[in-house]
């Protein structure tokens, strides 16, 4: 019998979860509630890709290195970041009782990362160079029962739709923030948003506002990426700071947020994050380079009242809500064009 | 002018925090909105005392050590470690615009950790021999606006106040949690305190009880701490379980809580928890061995719709919430008098 959340495939070590496991089984034949894709395209992780490359260096052996672990661990999950990726491809079999409405020939972008999605290459990664995280590849990977997959859209542009995919989970957990402290206030909270210009910061940015955000403040590390966001109408106040520095960022963002969310995907920003908020506000971290303890001891040595949220990357609807906003918020969208589709998410 | 956040006692390098400070300025005169402390006793964070008697070895190497850090950088934070402890003391002298309410006279214990407190040591810790983290000690030490203390109370051992005061923070999240999903829901929810046996963990238990949980779940490694939890009253449901194997936790919960509780002080219980946890439900991590990435790629591999909290050890007014358990619930008093005051939290 298979399991929805992919324990079966497990093979080393038994009994833990895909995620944890160190190998998996990618054979490509589906179970009862399986989903097989042909894979087109791997999109590996922003941390994990500048791992590869600081250890490996040049692209043929950032290249071999991806090989290596998808054939050692049967899955693309980097040992020393523990992180993963997504998937593009296409349907190929689906199992009879496979609940994710999914039908063969369906173009898909996975939503649940690589580290728990069994994966087998079959062309050596011939047709990648190993300079960027976007990955050509011939191969097969495999859905559970409890798998995550978005349907391409139609209308819009490959990657671009891939790009917003990744981070989509951002702008659904922001507005579903924003929503619930505007409810509790009884008036639109104040936004801040650490990194507002990148991909996930400005989706954030987008999505606190349609969730009826008052002021909203986006906090960049430079003039040009303060100009682009200008550019795109995305915040009302637009602010240059070191997030690491905690002084320069509370200086910066001034009078607190009810809501600040984190997109910076660097090390340090926790005690800027925790002085930029208000006392009974929120901060939701959506970087994955947070350290669980910088938050709490700083918080705590703060004797900030804060509420502090782990950035779920799955909340229901994420996929529509991230490409709808794409779709009608030209700023947005205007923002993830002029970055090179493969760039990373700052 | 003082800062609230203590940022003018900061000497070294200038405008960073007092903890990510390499020297403070211990003097012992209070500014406007401070409060100075003659310290009786420190309390060494477990795991700086065990790396100073690693590499110092012998009693007096190890005090030779500590006074050595307390001279060089004006607080006590151990340089490898990072970590600190708390301290205890009588009030000296109170500055006019302090907003703590403390009085000249007032025995208190410092919940700030001793990483960002401006500690001078004036009896060349001549009455410790090295041996222990409990460090006799004569000397001051200066709270800021921000600082949180709480005085001692007269009715309960310093050895158990001390105990309660180093956890307090669990409880008075737990309580506030408990009693919003108690408001959204609409009924009283269920409750799983991972760890339900330890000093975190029974205070939980007893806090959500108190919120208004419904039924109680006390989730415990071995059979003796399931005694011991059962024999305190504490929980409905007593269930035994590592929780760190993600299966069995979700199988000995059986129906998943609506409010998780993780006070399990060690890696890897990110998985179990949410898995335990039902759709729209909220899982609170105190474990200090939690791990970000564990928890956010978990939750979305698992495409589990659940809130994730970091634990604030701030909560205003949690300390005497705490203490107040200790008298009324002779279930929990009993449980930590069952422990050895200095044991450390499991």
């Given at each position: 019998m298979t399991s929805p959340y992919g324990l079966h495939r497990v093979r080393e070590p038994e009994g833990v979860l895909p995620q944890q496991a160190w190998r998996l089984d990618p054979d490509p034949t589906p179970g009862a509630d399986e989903v097989v894709v042909d894979v087109e395209r791997l999109n590996l992780d922003a941390a994990s890709f500048r791992q590869l490359r600081e250890e490996h260096g040049d692209g043929a052996a950032v290249r071999a290195a991806v090989l290596g672990i998808v054939a050692e661990r049967g899955k693309m999950q980097n040992?020393?970041?523990?992180s993963g990726g997504m998937l593009l491809g296409t349907v190929r079999a689906v199992g009879p009782d496979s609940p994710l409405g999914l039908a063969v020939g369906d173009r898909i972008a996975t939503?649940?990362?690589?580290?728990?999605t069994p994966l087998r290459i079959t062309?050596?990664?011939?047709?990648?160079?190993?300079?960027?995280?976007q990955v050509p590849c011939a191969g097969t990977a495999v859905l559970f029962g409890r798998s995550i997959a978005a349907k391409l859209p139609g209308d819009l542009p490959d990657g671009l739709a891939l790009s917003v995919l990744d981070v989509c989970g951002a702008p659904a957990l922001t507005a579903r923030v924003v929503r619930r402290k505007h409810a509790e206030l009884g008036r639109a909270p104040r936004v801040c948003v650490l990194g507002g210009g990148g991909k996930s910061g400005s989706l954030s940015l987008a999505a606190a506002r349609r969730a009826g955000a008052g002021e909203l403040v986006a906090l960049v590390p430079f003039q040009r990426e303060a100009d682009a966001v200008r550019e795109a109408g995305l915040a009302d106040e637009i602010v240059i700071a070191d997030a690491r520095n905690p002084v320069e960022v509370a200086n910066a963002v001034g009078k607190q947020a009810d809501v600040t969310v984190v997109c910076v995907d660097v090390p340090g920003c926790e005690h800027g994050a925790v002085l930029a908020t208000a006392d009974g506000g929120t901060v939701i971290f959506f970087s994955m380079a947070t350290s669980f303890a910088a938050a709490a001891l700083g918080a705590e040595g703060l004797a900030a009242d804060v509420e502090m949220l782990?950035?779920?990357?799955?909340?229901?609807g994420h996929a529509d809500y991230a490409l709808d906003l794409v779709r009608t918020e030209a700023g947005v969208r205007a923002l993830f064009e002029a970055r090179e589709p493969a760039a990373a998410d700052s």
């Open positions: 040992p020393v970041t523990g939503l649940v990362s690589l580290t728990l062309d050596g990664l011939a047709n990648w160079d190993g300079t960027s995280e782990v950035g779920n990357g799955f909340v229901p």
